[in-house]
């Protein structure tokens, strides 16, 4: 497509344009992002052509053989998200001064709480729901260093993580704790052995997977002084390998007790080899978060100090 004038006005028009850009790109393609629009992919089509026209710039390729970004396209894809970030964050601060709860809140998590007795994150997001309808949430499931970084950089409002070496840059608040266990799968050595006779020695030969990042779990994994040969960014990924019967890992236990009920995994030597993490709810001391997001933080705090 050859490049055209430059734009030098964007328009309520363009910025729906791009919207519908981003959707697609995140649905992976125009058919996937038909339902999430609500439009036809004819229609979506059109969008998208009148955006390339609109910019002078071929965006995507799209037809028989798939879908996908071109170089140009990535980069407008970036420049979209800052542009939409910065709207949103208008459209929050004038909210503001209107004291309206109307905008969105990015909430960001560590792994799986919802088997966690002790959290009541889905009981907070309902209070909070109801205080606030007009509050779009995103909720998405981060690595504890990418939501720090995100923390930081204002792309994340609120982060939900295992305390472990705090930053200055964050408050933290905690709200709610979790047990860790070393386990094993069906299949390893120490499954049906007798651990009696067990010692630290022989769990430290064994195959170990960790955490890989800045956490309590490769904390205590080092502190233990484990045999790492396995490493993972997230609770999932670390239930699967231990579930092989190949690896040894921290889990917590409120996510193994069906795997335990079912005979599928193990505490190893519980009594020594545990730890209890303490979760918080995180955000950045500057600047000042705005009403929405210390509407959804002292949400957390009450309904976890019931």
Request: net charge neutral; aromatic share 6%.
């Amino acid at each position: 497509m050859a490049r055209q004038s430059l734009v030098t006005k964007v328009g309520e028009a363009d910025i729906n344009l791009l919207r519908i850009f981003r959707a697609v790109v995140e649905s992976g393609g125009l058919s996937a992002a038909e339902t999430d629009l609500n439009i036809g992919r004819s229609t979506i089509s059109k969008y998208l052509s009148n955006l390339e026209i609109r910019l002078g710039l071929k965006l995507c390729n799209r037809g028989p053989g798939g879908f996908s970004l071109t170089e140009d396209g990535t980069k407008v894809l970036a420049a979209a998200d800052r542009l939409l970030l910065s709207v949103s964050d208008f459209q929050a601060e004038v909210n503001e001064i209107k004291q309206d709860l109307v905008g969105r809140i990015h909430v960001a998590l560590f792994d799986l709480c919802a088997s966690n007795p002790d959290s009541h994150l889905a009981r907070s997001i309902r209070t909070f729901n109801l205080l606030a309808p007009d509050v779009q949430i995103e909720l998405s499931l981060e690595p504890p260093n990418v939501i720090e970084s995100k923390l930081i950089s204002g792309d994340v409002d609120v982060g939900i993580l295992a305390e472990h070496r705090v930053s200055k840059s964050l408050n933290y608040v905690p709200i709610y704790t979790e047990n860790m266990y070393l386990f094993c799968g069906q299949g390893h050595p120490f499954f049906d052995r007798d651990q009696a006779g067990l010692t630290l020695d022989e769990i430290r030969t064994s195959r170990y997977a960790g955490i890989s990042v800045n956490s309590p779990n490769l904390h205590v994994g080092q502190s233990l002084k484990l045999r790492r040969a396995a490493k993972v960014q997230s609770e999932h990924a670390l239930s699967i390998l231990i579930l092989s019967g190949r690896y040894l890992g921290f889990l917590p236990d409120h996510l193994t007790k069906s795997f335990v009920e079912q005979g599928q995994m193990k505490m190893i030597l519980p009594e020594r080899l545990n730890y209890r993490a303490t979760f918080s709810a995180v955000n950045r001391r500057s600047p000042e978060p705005n009403r929405i997001t210390q509407a959804f933080l002292q949400t957390l705090v009450n309904e976890h100090s019931q």
